[in-house]
T-cell receptor, first 115, second 113 residues
């Protein structure tokens, strides 16, 4: 059973470009979470999605950021008009249910560098 | 608002030493607490998960305890090895709608051979 997969692993964008980060959850997992780790900081929750639904986006910046988890295919985190402050490691996690006993399994992350 | 603090921020010990990493959280209303390991440039590996009704969990040389009422958890590593060198992250899942994890900033551990 493959783990959580993220691609690309490294992404370089110039200011003003768009960044698209992809996450394929573990097989059988229908819940996806995105976290951001800024340099020298801990991981911060961004958004929680189920298939075709955004459940909690309380950690998402109000502008330029969006996320989706379509019925088919990976979850996508999209950052429009990137700025240098968006440079960070973006981690995706998945779980089977939203129950209290559930473990979130993390992917290897995508490291975004904005020039 | 739930906040998680980890002490110390960094720790350097000789090989073979037993050590304790500390984690505290401000709101005791949690579903569970998880300890992760993060190697440089890599993702997170789950080490131990403690449910709110549990007091401790053990896996090999690792033992994690939870005192929910006081908002504290400790990760005990016995007989440390250079391969244990990594950043250790503590995360709680608040008992509220959403299922998110709230992370501490981590403890950077270096075990010297």
């Amino acid at each position: 059973n493959a783990g959580v997969m993220q691609n690309p692993r490294h992404l370089v964008r110039r200011r003003g470009q768009e960044a698209r980060l992809r996450c394929s959850p573990m097989k059988g997992h229908s819940h996806v979470y995105w976290y951001r780790q800024l340099p020298e900081e801990g991981l911060k929750f961004m958004v929680y999605l189920q298939k075709e639904n955004i459940i909690d986006e309380s950690g998402m910046p109000k502008e330029r950021f969006s996320a989706e988890f379509p019925k088919e295919g990976p979850s996508i985190l999209r950052i429009q008009q990137v700025v240098r402050g968006d440079s960070a490691a973006y981690f995706c996690a998945s779980s089977t249910t939203r129950g209290g006993a559930d473990t979130q399994y993390f992917g290897p992350g995508t490291r975004l560098t904005v020039l | 608002k739930q906040e998680v603090t980890q002490i110390p921020a960094a720790l350097s010990v000789p090989e073979g030493e037993n050590l304790v990493l500390n984690c505290s959280f401000t709101d005791s209303a949690i579903y569970n607490l998880q300890w992760f390991r993060q190697d440089p440039g890599k993702g997170l590996t789950s080490l131990l998960l403690i449910q709110s009704s549990q007091r401790e969990q053990t896996s090999g040389r690792l033992n994690a305890s939870l005192d929910k009422s006081s908002g504290r958890s400790t990760l005990y590593i016995a007989a440390s090895q250079p391969g244990d060198s990594a950043t250790y992250l503590c995360a709680v899942r608040p008992a509220e709608y959403g299922n998110k994890l709230v992370f501490g900033a981590g403890t950077i551990l270096r075990v010297k051979s």
